[in-house]
């Protein structure tokens, strides 16, 4: 049966204007919750590159956040900013590090998240710092977490945006994180050299020294892409670093 | 006059098809096996290969899926009378394509972990042929009810299909069931996990395997 134009027309718009506000509702309701999981999402991925949380529920996370995390944010000269041009606090959960990624190195603002014991904030244990960067197909992102002598990584917590499932997409699989546990950052003579993931995967022992870890079969390039965001982000914060490393190596002196 | 009347009425009574009768279950039974959206018809393969190296993100796939489909066939189907012959296609889309952003949103409020993990496999949901070629061959011609029926059915084929390809893929690629480990639990904590199993080509495999079994079994032969 053929219709006329109008009617095709007027059918269209209809149609288009319900699904339309069908689809507008369900955002506005669902906004709230969507916030909170991706709050819990950040927050897990904090936390996750310092211990382990399998079998810990949304609200146990957010409070063991509230107790062991305090956080604010530097500047590429390792110096506190507290308040943004505009003269409002900065906090650092806010600070969007893919946002940031597009301006240049000085300009960003970069968040420092500190791993205390629950509850007393000047016993810190570690310094957790974001990432960005590179994939094979997407961004990658992730935090990396230094021991208090500012070169030991205490752990890593990686993830991504569209890595290939089994292959890239294993960064985010712990067995594949746990590698970075106890590697060190500078090399004897105080140099930054970061962690290197070796292309292909069962390397011997021989090969695995402070500054390499076992690869992915299969993904050289992810990899790659994991290498170049470390030490990328580690060359960012190396004032902070140097500076806390400083403090940490005359404390440990006197 | 009276006695008019009174056939009238006894043709009215005519008794309602039982809701499940003989040949609304054949709506739901065939797609299972004899009519199977993916190994007969050889449709949504791209998901099936793309989301079952583990149980638990495909056992999330096939109910969007099916939810998709059973909400896109009724709505399609109420709609089968005032939808114009020359834009039914795009009319298709505009349904389908909501319903699988109000899935995703829904995901992404609740099930985060998993959005994360489909990502854009829940989108894909758009382009699945299975969807729209049941919109087009059925839910175009046919009542609501028996539209219901005909989208639960092929969501089921579709569902066991692509369980059972999940099932061996993650058993043998990573040695789990769900995420818990199978061959630790009885004791084979070294069993070797199969990386063929993990990609694409595991899935091919183990699809052929089930088509292979069930055309033994049922005799069909590709004309």
Not at chain 1, 22 to 29: D, E, F, I, K, Y
Not at chain 2, 18 to 31: A, N, T
Not at chain 2, 115 to 143: D, P, Q
Not at chain 2, 173 to 187: M, P, Q, T, Y
């Amino acid at each position: 049966m053929q219709r006329s134009n109008t009617y095709v027309i007027v059918f269209s718009a209809i149609l288009t204007i319900v699904l339309g506000g069908l689809l507008s509702l369900a955002n506005q309701g669902l906004k709230p919750m969507q916030q909170r999981s991706v709050e819990l999402d950040n927050k897990k991925k904090i936390l996750g590159s310092v211990t382990d949380l399998t079998g810990k529920k949304g609200k146990e996370i957010l409070q063991l956040y509230d107790e062991t995390i305090e956080s604010y944010v530097v500047d590429i000269e390792g110096n506190k900013v507290e308040k943004d041009e505009k003269g409002n606090p900065i906090v650092a959960e806010n600070v969007n590090i893919a946002k940031m990624s597009k301006l240049p190195p000085e300009k960003r603002l970069y968040p420092v998240f500190c791993y205390h014991s629950p509850g007393n904030e000047d016993d810190i244990q570690a310094y957790i710092l974001p990432m960005y960067g590179k994939g094979l197909w997407g961004a990658i992102f992730g935090y990396i977490a230094l021991e208090t002598d500012m070169n030991t990584i205490k752990g890593i917590s990686l993830d991504h945006e569209s890595e290939t499932p089994g292959l890239g997409a294993r960064i985010t699989s712990k067995e594949v994180q746990n590698r970075y546990i106890g590697k060190k950052i500078f090399d004897d003579a105080g140099t930054l050299v970061s962690v290197t993931m070796l292309k292909g995967e069962r390397h011997p022992a021989s090969q695995l020294d402070d500054h390499h870890i076992d690869g992915m079969s299969g993904a050289t390039l992810t990899g790659n892409g994991v290498n170049a965001m470390i030490m990328d982000y580690l060359g960012y914060y190396l004032k902070f670093i140097e500076k806390n490393r400083g403090a940490a190596n005359k404390t440990a002196s006197l | 006059m009276s006695t008019e009347t009174i056939e009238k009425q006894e043709v009215q009574k005519k008794p309602a098809e039982p809701i499940l009768s003989k040949r609304r279950k054949k709506f739901v039974l065939d797609p299972l096996s004899d009519d199977n959206p993916i190994t007969i018809q050889v449709l949504g393969i791209c998901s099936a290969l793309a989301v079952t190296t583990q149980l638990k993100p495909t056992l999330t796939m096939a109910i969007s899926v099916t939810f998709v489909m059973v909400f896109s066939n009724l709505a399609i189907s109420l709609m089968r009378k005032l939808i114009p012959n020359r834009v039914r296609i795009i009319v298709q889309l505009a349904v389908i394509a909501t319903l699988v952003t109000l899935v995703s949103e829904f995901l992404k409020a609740y099930q985060y972990d998993m959005y994360k993990e489909l990502s854009v496999f829940v989108g894909l949901i758009i382009t699945n042929c299975i969807v729209m070629g049941r919109l087009e061959a059925f839910a175009l011609a046919n009542k609501p009810w028996d539209s219901i029926l005909d989208a639960l059915g092929n969501g089921a084929g579709y569902s066991w299909i692509i369980l059972t390809v999940a099932f061996f893929r993650e058993l043998f690629g990573s040695g789990s069931l769900f995420g818990w480990k199978v061959f630790e639990a009885i004791g084979f904590p070294n069993f070797p996990t199969n990386g063929l199993m993990v990609t694409s080509v595991g899935a091919f495999f183990i699809l052929g395997l089930i088509v292979w079994v069930q055309r033994i079994k049922t005799g069909y032969v590709e004309r």
